[in-house]
C-alpha cells in the first residue's frame, strides 16, 4: 500500500525517520560507551522493537506492562539473534502483587524513596537484579510546562538531598544501592543538563563514588536539529571520568521525534461568523484532539500540518476540530492555499511520540490504524482498529 492509500485516521511511523534518529543515538554510545535505553512512555510500537534494540541497549519502562511489553517484544526476538537487550524500570510505587512479576522482566529496578529500597530492595537484590534510586536535585531547568517539571515543590517524584541524607542509614537499604538516577528534562537542550547534573553532584557527589552507574533520565531532544551534542557527550564523560561511573540516558522523544504523521480526512467544512483577519472557516475531521494527540490539549501546543501556513498566512483559514462533543476538542487553526473540501486529506507532522501511547475512546470515537513505513516507502498497517477497542474499556 502508498501513504496515499492509507485508510484514515492513520498513524503513520516511518522507518527510515526512526532509523536516522537511532543513528544518532548510537553514535554517542559509540563515542562514549554511554548506554542509552527506550523510555516506552513515549513510544510504545513494538513493531519497531528488534529495530530499536539493535540500535540501543534496551527500554525502560514505568511499570508491569511497559516491563512486559520490553520482554516480549524487545529482548525475547533479539536473545534468539543472540543480541542482549535490558529491561529497566522506574515506578513511583510498586505494588506488591506485580514485583515478583516485575523481577521476572527487568534487570534494573529504580525505586523511588528509602521505603520502598527498605521493602523490596532485599527482594530485588536476592534476585541478582541491579537496584538505583531516584533523586530529585531540585533544580528546575524549565518554565514553560510546569506539569513536566520533577523539580517543582512538593514533587513526588525522586529523593531530596535533605530526605536522601536522612534515610541513608545501614540496615535499611543503602548498601543495595548500584546506581542513582535522576530525571528532570523535558525536551531541552545540553546544557540544562549540564545545569542540572552541577546540582545533582553538589547535592548527591558525596554518594557517587559508591555507585556503579548514573542515570540521566529523559527529556534529552538530542535528535532535534541544533541539539549540542558534544556538550552532551562531554556530561558523560564527566561522570564516567570523575566517578567511574557507567552513564545511562533514557530518552522517549528523541527516539521518535520527527519519525510519524497522523492522516487524517475532512468530514465536512463549515463557515462561522468569526472574522478576525477575514472570515474563519471550519473544518471537522475523522481525527480527533482529545482522542488520537491528546497532547495538543494538554500539553497544551499546535500540531505541524504538511502545507498549511500559520492563521491567515494563506488565503483561506480553517479552524480544525475533531468528530467528538467536545466542544475543545479543537486542533488549531491553520491557513491553506485552496479551500478545504470533504474527502480532503490532512497529513500532521511529528505524530509518533506520545500520540498512540495516550490515545483513548472517549465519546466512543475510534482509535485510528496504525502503519509503517518501510524503508521502500511500501506502507504496511500493523493495526486495525475494532469495536473491541472500546467496548473492552468498559
Ligand atoms: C518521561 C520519562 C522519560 C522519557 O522522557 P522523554 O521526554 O520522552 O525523553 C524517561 N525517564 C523517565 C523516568 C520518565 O518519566
Redesign the pocket.
Known amino acids: 500500500m502508498t501513504f496515499s492509500e492509507l485508510p484514515t485516521p492513520c498513524y503513520v511511523v516511518d522507518e527510515a525517520l526512526v532509523k536516522r534518529n537511532l543513528e544518532i543515538l548510537h553514535g554517542i554510545m559509540e563515542r562514549t560507551g554511554a548506554h542509552i535505553l527506550l523510555?516506552q512512555?513515549?513510544f510504545s510500537m513494538y513493531a519497531l522493537y528488534p529495530l530499536i534494540g539493535r540500535y540501543l541497549c534496551g527500554a525502560?519502562a514505568?511499570g508491569l506492562y511497559e516491563a512486559r511489553l520490553c520482554a516480549e517484544e524487545m529482548v525475547k526476538p533479539l536473545a534468539q539473534q543472540g543480541i542482549r537487550c535490558e529491561n529497566h524500570i522506574?515506578s513511583p510505587a510498586y505494588r506488591e502483587a506485580d514485583f515478583a512479576e516485575i523481577l521476572g522482566y527487568c534487570d534494573h529496578i529504580v525505586f523511588n524513596s528509602w521505603r520502598q529500597v527498605e521493602k523490596l530492595g532485599g527482594r530485588a537484590r536476592a534476585a541478582g537484579k541491579s537496584i538505583g534510586l531516584r533523586v530529585n536535585p531540585e533544580c528546575s531547568t524549565q518554565e514553560g510546562h510546569a506539569i513536566y517539571d520533577p523539580c517543582a515543590p512538593g514533587s513526588r517524584l525522586g529523593v531530596t538531598k535533605k530526605n536522601f541524607a536522612e534515610g541513608i542509614q545501614p540496615g535499611k537499604g543503602v548498601e543495595l544501592l548500584d546506581g542513582l538516577h535522576f530525571?528532570t528534562l523535558?525536551?531541552q537542550d545540553s546544557d540544562d543538563l549540564e545545569k542540572t547534573l552541577d546540582a545533582v553532584e553538589e547535592k548527591f557527589g558525596e554518594y557517587l563514588p559508591r555507585m556503579k552507574w548514573i542515570n540521566f533520565?529523559?527529556?534529552?531532544h538530542i535528535t532535534r536539529d541544533g541539539y549540542d551534542i558534544p556538550r552532551l557527550e562531554r556530561c558523560i564523560r564527566r561522570m564516567q571520568e570523575k566517578y567511574g561511573l557507567e552513564v545511562y540516558l533514557?530518552?522517549?522523544?528523541?527516539i521518535a521525534l520527527n519519525a510519524g504523521f497522523l492522516i487524517a480526512t475532512v468530514l465536512e467544512t463549515q463557515e462561522t461568523d468569526l472574522r478576525m483577519c477575514g472570515r474563519l472557516h471550519l473544518a471537522i475531521l475523522d481525527t480527533s484532539a482529545a482522542c488520537h494527540m491528546p497532547d495538543v490539549l494538554e500539553m497544551p501546543y499546535r500540531p505541524p500540518l504538511q502545507g498549511s501556513g500559520e492563521p491567515w498566512e494563506k488565503p483561506c483559514t480553517y479552524r480544525l476540530g475533531g468528530p467528538t462533543c467536545l466542544a475543545g476538542d479543537i486542533i488549531g487553526e491553520y491557513s491553506f492555499d485552496q479551500p478545504l473540501g470533504e474527502g480532503d486529506r490532512l497529513v500532521f507532522e511529528d505524530m509518533a511520540i506520545y500520540s498512540m501511547v495516550k490515545n483513548n475512546t472517549f465519546n466512543g470515537v475510534p482509535l485510528p490504524f496504525i502503519a509503517l513505513r518501510q524503508e521502500d516507502g511500501h506502507c504496511r498497517i500493523v493495526r486495525q482498529p475494532v469495536y473491541e477497542d472500546f467496548k473492552s474499556r468498559l
Open positions: 523510555a512512555k513515549a525502560t514505568s522506574f530525571h523535558c525536551e533520565g529523559g527529556g534529552h533514557e530518552p522517549g522523544e528523541a
